[in-house]
């Protein structure tokens, strides 16, 4: 079980806004950045998001991410179908001299 | 454009050992930090095992620490994970990964296909 948490599913209609979250402690999140995955059905893991705020090469400006002390969110505005993905989560842990990934989310477009 | 291809997965038997090489071509090799990222059949996403450019310094997960070693060797363009005591629960795809930054503020740019590990007798 991963020390970072998110919810195992969120879903929405097409044009919604959702938001993932994914809670964690001082030693990851509290003080090193965040990045964010997608992975499509049986593809490999593509970076949405680097540094907490930081959108990759490419990505949509409807991928935002966001963070506030031990805690951060992916928002995905106007969800579209081909949204229908897992996000994860994933930060570098001191006391693990690691990094971790989230559990990961599913997100379902209704 | 950036390619990776990993290849040396199979089927070993508990206890074994096998050797991952993933191919790197399209980028300067030696200048990128490099990183294996293993996923179990219908699991989430777990951070294998990180290794700077120069190759200097590695981290590895406490799960495979002792078992597992990340190498590179940048004259060929060639990561590797040597992977030893082998246990059904490193059944996963493995996948290499091309990052820039550090090991703890990474920018994961560019991921291999996978290459699949089963640990069975």
Redo the contacts between chains.
């Keep these: 079980q991963?020390v970072l948490t998110q919810p195992p599913s969120v879903s929405g209609t097409p044009g919604q806004r959702v938001t993932i979250s994914c809670s964690g402690s001082n030693s990851n999140i509290g003080n090193?950045?965040v990045?964010w995955?997608q992975?499509l059905p049986g593809a490999?893991?593509?970076?949405l998001i680097?540094?907490n705020t930081k959108r990759?090469?490419g990505v949509s400006d409807r991928f935002s991410g966001s963070k506030s002390d031990t805690s951060a969110s992916l928002a995905i505005s106007g969800l579209q179908s081909e949204d229908e993905a897992?996000y994860?989560c994933?930060v570098?842990d001191?006391t693990?001299?690691?990094?971790?990934?989230?559990?990961?989310t599913k997100v379902t477009v209704l | 454009d950036v390619r990776l291809m990993e290849s040396g997965g199979g089927l070993v038997q508990p206890g074994g050992s096998l050797r991952l090489s993933c191919a790197a071509s399209g980028f300067p090799f030696e200048n990128y930090p490099m990183t294996w990222v293993r996923q179990a059949p219908g699991k989430g996403l777990e951070w294998v095992a990180s290794i700077l450019a120069s190759g200097t310094l590695k981290y590895h997960a406490g799960s495979v620490k002792g078992r597992f070693t990340i190498s590179r060797d940048n004259s060929n363009n060639l990561l590797f994970l040597q992977m030893t005591s082998l246990r059904a629960d490193d059944t996963a795809v493995y996948y290499c990964v091309r990052e820039r930054g550090v090991p703890w503020e990474p920018q994961e740019d560019d991921w291999g296909p996978g290459i699949l590990v089963t640990v069975s007798s």
Excluded at chain 1, 44 to 47: Q, S, V, Y
Excluded at chain 1, 98 to 103: D, F, K, N, S, V
């Design positions: 991963s090193k950045p990045n995955f992975q490999a893991p593509k970076l680097f540094s990759a090469s897992v994860y994933s570098w001191d693990l001299t690691g990094r971790l990934i989230g559990g990961g």
